[in-house]
């Protein structure tokens, strides 16, 4: 996942989880041709209010940063293994 980073400074992050299309919610992602009439539905997450550039390792993110990534998880049914945490192609965490 890239540009957590740029998450950081958010109060409340926006967490799209269904989208509602002619009165009918769905979680898949619609068609583009159906994008025009689908309404996301959002939970929001605790941001972290804080710079994590400098982070070194996952374990030291904020704890609601390691939410947001769980929260991903959970959702796609995969682990995040790589974490972009800023612009430099070294600022990664695994």
Not at 19 to 39: C, N, Q, S
Not at 41 to 49: C, I, N, Q
Not at 65 to 79: C, F, Q, S
Request: glycine fraction near 8%; hydrophobic fraction near 40%; proline fraction near 7%.
């Amino acid at each position: 996942m890239t540009k957590l980073d740029m998450l950081g400074d958010y109060e409340r992050i926006p967490f799209c989880t269904a989208y509602e299309i002619d009165g009918r919610v769905t979680t898949d992602m619609p068609p583009t041709a159906m994008l025009e009439r689908a309404t996301p539905r959002y939970e929001h997450l605790e941001g972290w209010g804080c710079a994590i550039t400098a982070v070194t390792d996952r374990a030291l993110l904020p704890l609601q940063a390691k939410a947001y990534l769980r929260r991903i998880e959970e959702t796609v049914g995969a682990p995040v293994g790589m974490v972009g945490i800023g612009p430099e192609r070294t600022a990664t965490l695994l």
